[in-house]
């Protein structure tokens, strides 16, 4: 089975998760009930663990890690960026990446890194919320593409969000909204 517009099997495919580290905000600005949000997070993590041979996060608190704990569960390839010890929340991530048995990835850089860099190792990128955070990764998807010519693919579960990004941002990159697993599945050929 292949992911539709990828050349390599599903199974060796490379995932990122990107959302708030704050998952309130997704309560506070879309119809997703606190009482699904395990739920439907569970069904999403399953399903990318086979279809994906890695998943690659910013080990902070937020809807990346509590993803990442799931997949675990199913694939134990889960591997965690992480800043320079001086950076601000180094202790958290370190923290979250023990407690958790996430393979760390040392980079001796900076925050403005891991928002940067890490996005290009991927093929997939799942949005499972927005931040400001969120919208440098989504615009270092298409730095990534049209600079170091990476065929990445954009995920944004509707579910996570209050609205549909901006129509200016499909002029540069391709979006693919999601409403269930179902939508992913038809994506496999």
Avoid at 76 to 99: H, Q, R
Avoid at 130 to 150: C, F, M, P, Q
């Amino acid at each position: 089975m292949q992911f539709i517009g990828f050349k390599k099997k599903s199974t060796d495919l490379k995932l990122m998760v990107i959302g708030p580290s704050d998952i309130n905000k997704i309560f506070l600005s879309t119809n997703l009930p606190k009482n699904r949000y395990n739920s439907i997070l569970h069904s999403l993590a399953k399903y990318f663990s086979k279809i994906c041979s890695e998943l690659y996060i910013i080990p902070d608190n937020g809807v990346f890690l509590d993803f990442a704990v799931i997949f675990k569960k199913y694939n134990k390839n889960v591997f965690a960026y992480l800043p320079k010890k001086e950076e601000l929340k180094y202790d958290v991530l370190m923290t979250n990446v023990i407690k958790h048995k996430l393979t760390p990835i040392f980079t001796n850089n900076t925050w403005l890194y891991l928002n940067n860099v890490p996005i290009r190792n991927v093929d997939i990128v799942l949005c499972l919320g927005y931040s400001t955070g969120v919208l440098i990764e989504i615009g270092n998807i298409k730095i990534a593409r049209v600079w170091y010519k990476k065929n990445i693919k954009l995920l944004v579960d509707l579910r996570f969000v209050s609205k549909k990004l901006p129509k200016e941002l499909l002029l540069d990159l391709p979006i693919i909204y999601l409403n269930s697993i179902s939508d992913t599945k038809k994506m496999l050929i």
